[in-house]
C-alpha cells in the first residue's frame, strides 16, 4: 500500500512540489493576497483562521495564497469553482505515524456509552438505545451491519481521501474526507488549501466496531456548528456512505479516477452524481 501511495503521489503532484523562493510580504502584496482570498463565497467562514496564518507565518501564507493563484490561472473555471486533485498528495503521503493504521488511536465506545448496560442486549435494542441516546445531541449516529461496515472499511483503506460536494446558497462547497482507521475526518476545501495538514475539522465520525459479537458497528459524527448544521453533516455521511458503502459503479469509478488518475477526474461529475440522487 505504501508504494502505491508513493507511486500516487508522483503522479498527482506538481503544485506542491513548487519551487518555494523567498518572499517579501510587502502590505501592498498582503492587501492583494487577501483580496483575492475574499472572492472565494466561504472566505467569512475561514476568516479568523486564515488571518491566524497570516499573523504567524506571513511568508507562508503569501506562498500559499500564490499557489492558488497559479493554479485558477491554469484551470479551467466553473461557478461551482474548480479542483485539482493533484494538491492533496501531502494527505495521500501523511507526516510518518499518522498514515501507518497500527499507530492511529481509535476513540473507545467506553468513553461515552456504558457498554456493560447493553451486554444482555440484541443489535436491535442496542440500535435503539444508541438512536434514544443521541436524540437531543448535536451529533449524527448510525448502527451499520457488521459485515457492511467491512466492506466499507475495505474501501476506505483502498481509496483514503476523497471529495464531496456540499449544496449551499452559492452553489456548492467542497469538502474533503480523510480515512484513518476506523475515523473519518471532513475538512473544507478551502481551510486545507489555507492551513494544508493542519486544517480544522469541520465534522468526525469515528465507527466503534466494540459490539462486533453482536453483528453490529455504532457511527457517531460530532461536527463543527460553526461550519455545518446537522442537515449538512448527514448529508455528507449520507454521500461517505453511498460511495464507500455502495455498489454503484459510477461512484466507485470516481473513487478510482480520484486515486488513481487524477488528470480524468471531473469535479462536476460528483455535482452530477448528488443532483441525479436528489431528483430521483
Excluded at 506542491?16 to 501592498?28: A, D, E, F, G
Excluded at 475561514?46 to 507562508?60: F, G, H, M, V, W
Excluded at 438505545?129 to 472499511?153: C, D, F, G, M, R
Amino acid at each position: 500500500m505504501a508504494a502505491e501511495l508513493r507511486q500516487l503521489v508522483k503522479r498527482l503532484t506538481y503544485f506542491n512540489y513548487i519551487t518555494v523562493r523567498n518572499i517579501r510580504t510587502s502590505t501592498i502584496n498582503m492587501e492583494k493576497a487577501l483580496e483575492n482570498l475574499k472572492t472565494n463565497p466561504y472566505y467569512e467562514k475561514y476568516a479568523n483562521r486564515i488571518a491566524e496564518l497570516q499573523k504567524t507565518s506571513p511568508d507562508e501564507f503569501m506562498q500559499r495564497v500564490e499557489n492558488q493563484q497559479h493554479l485558477k490561472q491554469s484551470e479551467k473555471k466553473s461557478k461551482f469553482g474548480s479542483v485539482d486533485t493533484r494538491q492533496f498528495s501531502s494527505v495521500l503521503n501523511p507526516k510518518e505515524g499518522r498514515g501507518q493504521e497500527a499507530e492511529v488511536p481509535d476513540k473507545k465506545l467506553s468513553d461515552i456509552f456504558k457498554l456493560d448496560l447493553v451486554e444482555d442486549k440484541s443489535a436491535e435494542e442496542i440500535q435503539a438505545i444508541w438512536e434514544e441516546y443521541h436524540k437531543n445531541k448535536h451529533v449524527i449516529s448510525a448502527t451499520i451491519p457488521l459485515q457492511a461496515y467491512k466492506s466499507l472499511q475495505d474501501k476506505m483503506k483502498e481509496f483514503p481521501v476523497f471529495l464531496f460536494p456540499l449544496p449551499r446558497s452559492q452553489g456548492y462547497e467542497f469538502i474533503m474526507c480523510q480515512s484513518y482507521g476506523h475515523t473519518v475526518h471532513f475538512t473544507p476545501l478551502l481551510a486545507y488549501q489555507v492551513h494544508k495538514e493542519n486544517a480544522p475539522e469541520c465534522l468526525t465520525m469515528v465507527h466503534y466496531t466494540e459490539l462486533a459479537d453482536k453483528g453490529i458497528v455504532l457511527m457517531r459524527g460530532e461536527y463543527d456548528k460553526n461550519v455545518l448544521n446537522g442537515q449538512e453533516s448527514q448529508c455528507l455521511a449520507n454521500q461517505f456512505q453511498m460511495y464507500y458503502g455502495g455498489k454503484d459503479e459510477e461512484k466507485t469509478k470516481l473513487l478510482e479516477l480520484f486515486t488513481t488518475s487524477p488528470d480524468n477526474f471531473k469535479h462536476m461529475d460528483l455535482i452530477s452524481q448528488l443532483e441525479n440522487i436528489t431528483l430521483t
